[in-house]
């Protein structure tokens, strides 16, 4: 199961880092990612983490701005997120997979969402 953590309002400009806390361990989850999903929109992918390699995927609209990263022995990935913008706003969701891959269908455990919105 996972929880996620640290939404909330902020101003464009501003910063917030979401956490998502497994109750599990999270040693045998290779891929863990965050995901958003924006009124009317689809849900897109913002970040990934590899557990074996640390290796980390971020799509160009978030890249240079996001970062992602894992803390094994607390169970948690973690979403910084800086330089926010109105386009930001959304629903996010982190997730897992046994696979460090960019196949979104892989990722089949979901924690329940934390709103993020940005104002002008």
């Known amino acids: 199961q996972l929880q996620a953590f640290g939404g909330g309002l902020v101003q464009a400009g501003g910063s917030l880092r979401l956490s998502c806390v497994a109750s599990g361990s999270i040693r045998s989850i290779n891929g863990m990612a965050w995901y958003r999903q924006a009124p009317g929109k689809e849900r897109e992918s913002v970040a990934r983490?590899?557990?074996?390699?640390?290796?980390?995927y971020y799509p160009d609209s978030v890249e240079g701005r996001f970062t992602i990263s894992r803390d094994n022995a607390k169970n948690t990935v973690y979403l910084q997120m800086n330089s926010l913008k109105t386009e930001d706003t959304g629903v996010y969701y982190c997730?897992?997979?046994?696979?460090?891959?960019?196949?979104?269908?892989?990722?089949?455990?979901w924690g329940q969402g934390t709103q993020v919105t940005v104002s002008s």
């Open positions: 997730a897992a997979s046994r696979f460090y891959t960019a196949n979104n269908s892989q990722y089949v455990y």
């Open positions: 983490i590899a557990g074996s390699s640390g290796s980390t």
